[in-house]
Nanobody
Framework: VQLQASGGGSVQPGGSLRFSCVASGSIFTISAMGWYRQAPGKQRDLVAPITSGGSTNYADSVKGRFTISRDNAKNTVYLQMNKLKPEDTAVYYC???????WGQGTQVTVSS
């Protein structure tokens, strides 16, 4: 399985970004996926997971602002990030739980 993430960038506080993570291979539909982030000097934390059936969960810090979703037909998981705050600045990673694969990190910088 290979994961290709895209969608990072720089944005002002209150702005929005959308991540995509495309997984190769036909086993996408049977694996949970997740988005993680790692700020400088901090550990990598779970932002939001989504099961193969579409059930979701969110870190308290992003509830009501971020939305994780998936399109199994496109082997893609998304992270819609709204109302971004400076503390959301981090490198974001997607994770394919079945076999534990990680996408490359994508930088998000929230700054005025």
């Amino acid at each position: 399985v290979q994961l290709q993430a895209s969608g990072g960038g720089s944005v002002q506080p209150g702005g929005s970004l959308r991540f995509s993570c495309v997984a190769s291979g036909s086993i996408f539909t049977i694996s949970a996926m997740g988005w993680y982030r790692q700020a400088p000097g901090k550990q990598r934390d779970l932002v939001a997971p989504i099961t193969s059936g579409g059930s979701t969960n969110y870190a308290d810090s992003v509830k009501g602002r971020f939305t994780i979703s998936r399109d199994n037909a496109k082997n893609t998981v998304y992270l819609q990030m709204n109302k971004l705050k400076p503390e959301d600045t981090a490198v974001y990673y997607c994770r394919f739980y079945n076999g534990d694969y990680w996408g490359q990190g994508t930088q998000v910088t929230v700054s005025s």
